[in-house]
């Protein structure tokens, strides 16, 4: 059987990481996915890395792609751009508002040239308001939208969460949207302007805290009211435990050697256990020193949620990430062999192979011909300085 989006072409003029991922996921699912790039490149290529002449992020954020260099601020390399749009099912990009007006690439522009497009705009704080045109990185708005203030509440310092955890949300965002506008194209035959933003995203992240009663003060506590799940130190390495439910409370209970506080009354509902926390984190944090975290794990498996912290270089070799197929090997001209994740989801069709991340105009000639220019179009386009 086909991918689901086998056929559909994107065109990628997104840069970083957040756009350039929400099109890996596309390509995922069977996406043709063409990477636009300005002549200097994506700039995430540029930014320091551990690996020789490449950006890790680059390489797991860009799978699926093949790249071609198109200088959009010329005329010909904009003319040569208008032609993939009348082929194209999708334009994506993360330019501000102001930008495709100037380069004569907006949704009404694009639109005329393909009337069922799925044009989607991806920008940091939305397409109106005071901070339109303002620059927006992940890390901005973790500041800005609470996130960074909420996960140093403990200490009053805020901190921002390593990992680019708004970006990654962002690009799950724009595939599901994307996804979504080309279900309504299948219906009606309709493109749209599908609009997605960092500034969305990071509030989407915290639905669980985005809500405030009305009789509630401004400081009111947003947690989750957990208690005593958490990071524990044990006699070597650390394990998270979450018992939350009464069948893993008793089984935590016992495994750690107070059983009789299964069945005490003042600690028989969560609410209760989270109001004695402080009476409960001791006695767990003293008994799983008895043992490693890997001894616990094992000993606790299915019986109470728990896991050993681990670095992710030992995902590279579990064997549950093993079982579930999520790493491929690639060969890449500049770094060698170099292993990475496979399909973020299990279609259960369709049998397409990941690609790698492509170099910085790698496929211009072979996508320009696909597209039906000739080869001394593409000589000219080049010769000109419109395309690389």
């Not at 005071?130 to 960074?148: E, K, N, V, Y």
């Not at 509030?203 to 208690?227: C, K």
């Not at 109470?304 to 001209?333: K, N, S, T, W, Y």
């Not at 990475?340 to 397409?352: C, E, F, L």
Request: aromatic share 8%; net charge negative.
């Amino acid at each position: 059987m086909k991918d689901a989006l086998e056929g559909i072409v994107v065109l990628d003029l997104t840069a970083y990481l957040a756009g350039p991922y929400g099109c890996a996921l596309l390509g995922d699912v069977g996406a043709e996915i063409i990477k636009i790039e300005a002549p200097g490149g994506d700039n995430l290529r540029n930014y320091p890395s551990t690996l020789k002449g490449e950006n890790r992020t680059f390489l797991g954020a860009n799978r699926n792609k093949r790249s071609i260099v198109l200088n959009l601020k010329h005329a010909e390399g904009r003319a040569a751009f208008y032609r993939l749009v009348e082929q194209a099912d999708v334009v994506i990009h993360n330019f501000r508002p102001s930008v495709p007006h100037s380069l004569g690439i907006d949704y009404e522009t694009l639109r005329g040239r393909r009337p069922d497009l799925i044009y989607c705009s991806f920008t940091g704080y939305g397409e109106n308001g005071p901070l339109r045109d303002h620059p927006g990185f992940d890390t901005m708005l973790q500041c800005f939208s609470g996130i960074a203030s909420m996960q140093g509440a403990p200490s009053g310092q805020p901190e921002i969460l390593n990992g680019s955890m708004v970006d990654y949300y962002a690009a799950s965002l724009i595939a599901f949207a994307i996804v979504s506008a080309l279900v309504h194209r299948l219906r009606t035959g309709e493109g749209q302007h599908v609009k997605a933003s960092l500034l969305r995203s990071a509030i989407a992240l915290q639905a669980g805290a985005f809500v405030w009663a009305e009789s509630e003060p401004r400081d009111v506590s947003r947690g989750w009211g957990q208690g005593y799940s958490g990071i524990y130190p044990t006699k070597e390495g650390h394990l998270f435990l979450q018992a939350t439910t009464p069948a893993f409370w008793q089984n935590l209970c016992e495994f750690l050697g107070f059983p009789h506080l299964a069945d005490d009354p003042r600690y028989d509902t969560l609410i209760k256990r989270n109001e004695l926390r402080d009476e409960i984190k001791p006695l767990i944090r003293e008994a799983l020193m008895q043992r490693t975290a890997l001894e616990w794990e094992e000993l606790m498996l299915g019986k109470v949620p728990c896991v050993a912290v681990r670095p992710i270089e030992d995902m590279f070799d579990h064997p549950q990430v093993l079982a579930q197929g999520l790493v491929v090997e690639h060969e890449h001209p500049r770094v060698g062999k170099f292993r990475s994740m496979t399909k973020a989801i299990d279609m259960g069709v369709g049998d397409r192979p990941t690609t790698r991340a492509p170099m910085l105009g790698e496929h211009t000639d072979e996508v320009l011909a696909r597209f039906g220019f000739l080869s001394d179009e593409i000589a000219a386009l080049r010769a000109g300085g419109a395309a690389a």
